[in-house]
């Protein structure tokens, strides 16, 4: 059975939404989305998406609209944990209170979502562990960018860490600028270390559904190139996943 594929087309610069088989939603007019989602845009994007559901590959565009992963949650109706590759937390209260940003996504989904048992966080640096409360922590599992680079490192998630189906949302501001360009500070890590952590979670667990973001406009030089080819890499290893719900 063929991978459905759904492309969030807010800014033009989404690779995959000439991809064939790929659904794309043209976005581009819709207001209140950069960045903070208004009650009116979120409305209009939370019923969209209970109609595609959570199983397939989402492209949700630049890391500006990250916090379209909150909504795709929110069609699981089992118990799952979240496994997140970002090079930030998301878990910064919104500086426009109340309204859901895509820096605030993740402490809002900890906090709403009563199917959603663990987060794992891989990939902000140590320092960024600060933004965190303490009593966020207990369901919070973080594996920084510094532990990442050490060989193996991934490896210390086993089976038994794994003993629910997860949801993989992947921004590529984890990536260093050889193989992303996104619109926020970037992490270091390579295209396949983040192929072979995606390999190795997809060999331990069933993956419900996957979502990328991070991409940078395309006068950027180089940027679309790199973005494109990326993605591609990105769903060749989504591919290879035994166990994705379809």
Request: with cysteine.
């Amino acid at each position: 059975m063929e991978i459905k594929i759904l492309v969030f087309d807010f800014t033009d610069t989404v690779p995959f939404r000439h991809e064939p088989g790929a659904e794309s939603l043209r976005l581009r007019d819709l207001p209140g989305t950069d960045g903070y989602c208004s009650r009116e845009a979120e409305a209009f994007l939370r019923e969209r998406i209970s109609r595609e559901g959570f199983s397939g590959v989402h492209f949700l565009d630049s890391g500006n609209y990250h916090y379209l992963t909150k909504f795709f949650l929110e069609q699981i109706r089992e118990p799952f944990d979240l496994m997140v590759f970002d090079h930030h937390t998301d878990m910064q209260p919104p500086a426009l209170l109340p309204l859901l940003s895509c820096g605030s996504w993740l402490k809002e989904a900890l906090e709403q979502n009563l199917f959603l048992r663990r987060v794992f966080l891989l990939g902000p640096p140590e320092g960024a562990q600060a933004e965190i409360r303490e009593e966020e922590r207990g369901r919070l599992r973080w594996i920084t960018a510094e532990q990442i680079k050490k060989e193996g490192e991934i490896s210390a998630l086993t089976a038994e860490d794994l003993p629910r189906p997860v949801y993989l949302s992947i921004d590529k501001d984890v990536l260093r600028r050889e193989d992303a360009r996104t619109n926020w500070d970037q992490g270091e890590m390579r295209l396949e270390e983040l192929c072979g952590c995606i390999r190795f979670l997809g060999s331990r667990a069933e993956i419900l559904g996957v979502d990328i973001c991070g991409g940078e406009v395309p006068a950027t030089a180089g940027g679309e190139a790199i973005n494109s080819r990326t993605d591609g890499r990105l769903m060749e290893c989504i591919k290879e996943i035994p166990k994705l719900r379809r």
